[in-house]
């Protein structure tokens, strides 16, 4: 079935158009990924679909309502959680306050308390870290914070906007591991990434964007033999 | 999502008692009107620094006009109470409303986008508001409206209790914890579905009230309320106060509030002297303790690690 049909959108900052017809979709299920360098339109796209910004033209379905143009809190609360570019994490607040935040717009007391254990078993340093000021954490940390926080949405699709960013190879792959995990506990993914090699690995598909415009999509195991992406992407092998 | 201190109840209870104390040395004639004068002008400088330190704090909104609020609650309750000899009650509830409604005003267009357009809003706001005044005959125009003294150490007490207890309760609600993640970050806090233009709105309209009920306690302890008492520098006053406290400290302000008006009650006679005195404090703060006397702290977090070894109460800064 598909979770998200992203269809023809352009999406502008004042003047600028940042995504150009842009069209993709997502079955329920996926995992995900659009690759693309810095500048192509990766976050814009996310942006767009998290509500944080409006396309001009163009549809955005999620589980068969349009949600293009809708604020941010209704598309949350139909679930769709976003795990921002940067991590964002609130600093002065704790990391369990940071997670609270992540549920914010439920009401289900038992099921959030279930789902903070959850997040807690996935990520055990965040429970030896509850009470720490997010803004102490290292990077990694701070990145699971990020997915912990959008998880505690009960989200059915997660954008995750480069999580790998600025981290060490080992934390890298610790990331995508739990990246795996979350989907196989039934939470769809859209994975925004620049380290390819990394998402290809995850992922069943992919996109790859450049300056605004979709150039290329297919199975992972396409795109990881197709000979423009491993020369612009992965290190031209 | 309620953060409960252990040192509440303890804190109220010391407050009352600390209130009756004074209220008796006041009936009983040992405590002169010189020091009931600082003392209300304490307790009057707490409400106006509690409440701009919700805005700028807790929400992270900067708001450079305070004074305009407290200008709109102290003519306002001026007029209910000299036009329309209502009681003083009455008149402090309606110049904190009547402030509040012009929080509202200038809050909901100003705060939908991000940036400084709060600070610009603001600080126009207070101007427009003290010209508006100076031009209005009905209320004395330049030469201020007469006013009765009816403010006394009873209502600025509890006036104030009310301020603390209201910003305490908001802060540690799921509207203070949304209020806070906008300070931290605006977008992510977006990002997680919290209505930020709301909370933020929500957050600067309490602040107006209370400025506003500290404008009708202003102007009721003096026997004449004017313009010019509420210039931009009265606005920078009471920035100053939250500046000092610690962004984000209500304990912070509180302090600062006590503070600053005791030295500049004592050096009242020697303006001069008390700038001078008052640049070198803050100077020697911002060089020494940039984040404010407290920080981010409150007071209570310092009494949490002797009553407690850790407790349920979540210590912020305790690392289990
Ligand atoms: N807030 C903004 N204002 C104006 N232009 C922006 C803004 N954010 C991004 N852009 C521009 O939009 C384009 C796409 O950016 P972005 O989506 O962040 O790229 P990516 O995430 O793929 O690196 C870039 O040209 C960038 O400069
Ligand atoms: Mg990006």
Avoid: C
Avoid at chain 1, 15 to 41: R, S
Avoid at chain 1, 110 to 120: F, L, P, R, S, T
């Amino acid at each position: 079935m598909t979770m998200l049909a992203v269809k023809d959108i352009d999406v502008y900052y004042g003047n600028i158009q940042a995504l150009k017809g842009v069209t993709v979709t997502v079955e329920e299920g996926e995992i995900v990924t659009l690759i693309g360098a810095n500048g192509a339109g990766k976050s814009t796209l996310l942006k767009t679909l998290s509500g944080l910004l409006k396309p001009k033209s163009g549809s955005i379905e999620f589980l068969g309502n349009s949600i293009a143009g809708k604020p941010a809190q209704g598309i949350v609360k139909s679930g769709i959680s976003h795990v921002p570019e940067g991590r964002r994490v609130f600093a002065n607040l704790t990391v369990e306050e940071n997670l609270e935040l992540g549920a914010f717009l439920r009401k289900d007391k038992k099921g959030i308390e279930a789902d903070m254990k959850k997040v807690y078993d996935t990520f055990p340093r965040l429970l030896e870290r509850r009470k720490q000021m997010s803004g102490t954490l290292s990077g990694g940390e701070q990145q699971m914070l990020a997915m912990g926080r959008a998880i505690m949405a009960k989200p059915k699709l997660l954008l995750l906007d480069e999580p790998s960013m600025g981290l060490a190879p080992l934390m890298v792959k610790t990331i995508f591991e739990v990246v795996k995990d979350i989907n196989e506990q039934g939470t769809t993914i859209l994975l925004v990434e620049q380290n390819a090699n990394m998402a290809l690995s995850v992922a069943s598909r992919g996109y790859v964007i450049e300056t605004g415009k979709v150039v290329l999509s297919g199975s992972a195991d396409e795109l990881q033999s197709s000979e423009e992406v491993r020369k612009a992407y992965l290190g031209g092998h | 999502m309620k953060r409960h201190s252990k040192a509440f109840w303890p804190l109220l209870i010391a407050a009352l008692v600390f209130y009756a104390i004074v209220q008796g040395l006041i009936m009983t004639d040992m405590l002169g009107a010189y020091h009931t004068n600082t003392l209300i002008f304490i307790a009057i400088n707490i409400i106006l620094a509690v409440s701009l330190h919700l805005v700028i704090g807790i929400t992270g909104q900067f708001s450079i006009g305070h004074a305009g609020f407290m200008a709109v609650g102290a003519y306002l309750s001026a007029i209910v109470t000299m036009k329309f000899d209502l009681p003083f009650v009455v008149a402090i509830i309606v110049g904190g409303l009547v402030a509040a409604l012009a929080g509202l005003i200038v809050g909901i267009p100003s705060l939908r986008l991000r940036g400084d357009y709060l600070a610009i809003a603001t600080l126009g706001f207070a101007e427009i508001i003290r010209i508006i005044f100076l031009n209005i005959d009905y209320v004395g125009g330049a030469a201020g409206m007469q006013v009765s003294k009816m403010t006394d150490w009873t209502y600025t007490f509890f006036f104030m209790l009310i301020t603390i207890l209201v910003i305490v309760n908001f802060t540690r609600s799921r509207h203070g914890i949304a209020a806070l993640s906008i300070r931290e970050d605006e977008i992510a806090s977006d990002a997680m579905g919290i209505n930020t233009t709301y909370y933020k709105v929500v957050a600067f309209v309490i602040g107006a009230f209370f400025a506003g009920v500290a404008g009708a306690l202003f102007s009721h302890n003096f026997y004449i309320v004017l313009p010019s008492q509420f210039g931009f520098l009265k606005s920078v006053d009471i920035l100053i106060l939250v500046v000092l406290g610690g962004l984000g400290s209500l304990s912070g302000a509180i302090i600062s509030a006590i503070f600053l008006t005791l030295v500049s009650t004592f050096l009242q006679d020697y303006p001069e002297t008390r700038m001078i005195i008052y640049s070198l404090v803050l100077i020697i703060v911002m060089l020494y303790r940039p984040q404010g006397l407290m920080g981010t702290k409150e007071i209570t977090d310092y009494f949490r690690g002797w009553t407690s070894k850790g407790g349920k109460d979540n210590g912020k800064d305790t690392i289990t």
